[in-house]
């Protein structure tokens, strides 16, 4: 019976002596170009200037961010909690459930409690958008952040940007001021901690 033979002798010196730098060299790619691949590569930079990435389909959002005018290229799809927290870095408002459910994404926007994660940031062109980092400074606190230390009104304080966020817009809103009512009016802000009683002994000093 003849036997097979091999496909692959490493024995022997390769058909073609080619490398993988030799085809990129052949064809003129740098290895910085290569790298970028599949159409990424972009024009060279004016010497000393960074590169300019545009995410594809991006749009210009100018809105205002705690008093500072800001303008940033967006992916259509990017919620408004993802461009301030990603593209601002202001990571004080936090991602609980990212689906509405838990409040701890709320931020002011135009004065009106939002969830974040339900809002595109498209859709906030000429807003004025206010973070838990716009509201006081360690220095010098808000009110209701000056309540919430007073009555130790968070445990690991995940949901606590966004107990603050709302219970400061709660101010501007026409409701009642009974234990119950206040929960009521917060019941969109979990607290997984259940420090519950310490936040509505909070909210109640900041509002006498
Ligand atoms: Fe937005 Fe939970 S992260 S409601
Ligand atoms: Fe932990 Fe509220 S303090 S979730």
Not at 18 to 44: E, F
Not at 111 to 124: D, E, I, K, P, Y
Request: charged residues 15%; neutral net charge; aromatic residues 4%.
């Amino acid at each position: 019976m003849p036997t097979r033979k091999p496909d692959f002798d490493p024995a022997q010196p390769p058909l073609l002596p080619v490398s993988r730098r030799s085809v990129l060299q052949a064809i003129g790619i740098s290895g910085t170009a290569a790298a970028l691949g599949n159409g990424l590569a972009q024009a060279a930079p004016a010497p000393g200037q960074a590169p300019a990435y545009q995410e594809p389909g991006a749009q210009a959002l100018t809105f205002t961010v705690n008093g500072q005018q800001q303008t940033l290229n967006v992916d259509p799809r990017t919620t408004l909690l993802d461009a301030l927290r990603e593209r601002l870095q202001l990571t004080g408002t936090k991602k609980g459930c990212d689906h509405g459910q838990c409040g701890a994404c709320t931020v002011h926007v135009n004065g009106r409690r939002v969830n974040a994660c339900l809002s595109l940031a498209l859709m906030h062109e000429g807003d004025a958008i206010t973070t838990v980092e716009g509201l006081g400074s360690p220095e010098q606190l808000h009110p209701m952040q000056a309540a919430f230390v007073e009555h130790d009104a968070y445990q690991c304080g995940y949901c606590t940007s966004g107990q603050i966020m709302s219970a400061v817009a709660l101010a501007n809103e026409p409701h009642g001021r009974s234990d119950g009512e206040i929960k009521e009016a917060m019941s969109g802000n979990i607290c997984r901690c259940g420090a519950y009683s310490h936040i509505l002994a909070a909210i109640k000093t900041a509002q006498a």
